[in-house]
């Protein structure tokens, strides 16, 4: 009897915790960190004021463990390409220019479906937006476990097309603005839902946004390719 009650309570805890995560992730998603209290986020979940600083030891640690949530999940989508793509361009000095492509055609897919696709992007987004604007101990995490890696991976695709250092500042540079160009379809997406007649983001969609970033990203390394090539 003891040990089912135990089991129980452990159920009830995890329930707890799992409960406090969601509120935070929609309630900071919308709100920001400075714009929401403890009271918000314990009604938002249902639970007792005192499991925040039981589970999480304040609003503090639950918005950080909302940030490593995020991290685990988009990393779940994008973690094990992008760690592919990386040992590709480290174990091959010599990719082709359609094989870099490819890699490059691969992450922008990547981030896409993530940004555009994936159900909680908006309350995602409204988190990693907010931490690029004002960065806290929080954005540490999601630079270590997602926004560095692909933003790494990005400018090393780019640096073997041009053949450029691996450091080298412009395709770091360049790295930057192709997110943006991900990013934009996330941060305006109301404009463009409004220009379009849209009513929401959908597969097809989101497939055309995609092929459109590729496409344009594509032409524009390689016109600058040729530019390279043209004055040596």
Not at 10 to 15: A, E, F, K, S, Y
Not at 37 to 61: C, D, M
Not at 167 to 182: K, M, N, Q, T, Y
């Amino acid at each position: 009897m003891s040990a089912q009650r135990s089991t129980k309570s452990t159920d009830r805890t995890g329930d707890t915790r799992e409960r406090l995560l969601r509120a935070g992730l929609e309630v900071f998603g919308l709100h920001g960190y400075a714009g929401v209290s403890t009271r918000q986020l314990a009604n938002r979940a249902g639970v007792n004021l005192a499991a925040i600083p039981y589970h999480f030891g304040g609003k503090e640690g639950l918005y950080q463990a909302v940030t490593e949530h995020i991290a685990a999940q988009i990393g779940g989508r994008m973690g094990a390409q992008v760690g592919a793509i990386q040992k590709d361009l480290a174990d091959n000095g010599a990719l082709t220019e359609e094989q870099l492509l490819e890699h490059l055609g691969a992450v922008l897919r990547g981030l896409a479906g993530v940004l555009l696709g994936s159900p909680d992007a908006h309350l995602w987004a409204g988190i990693i937006l907010r931490e690029q604007l004002h960065p806290s101990a929080a954005f540490d995490i999601l630079y270590r476990d997602i926004i560095g890696r692909v933003h790494q991976t990005l400018a090393l695709i780019i640096a073997r097309l041009l053949q450029r250092p691996d450091d080298d500042p412009d395709c770091i540079l360049r790295a930057h603005a192709i997110l943006g160009e991900v990013i934009i379809f996330r941060a305006a997406r109301a404009a463009l839902l409004r220009r379009m007649g849209w009513n929401d983001y959908n597969p097809e969609r989101v497939q055309h946004i995609t092929r459109l970033l590729i496409d344009q990203t594509c032409d524009m390394l390689l016109a600058q390719q040729r530019r390279e090539r043209s004055s040596t």
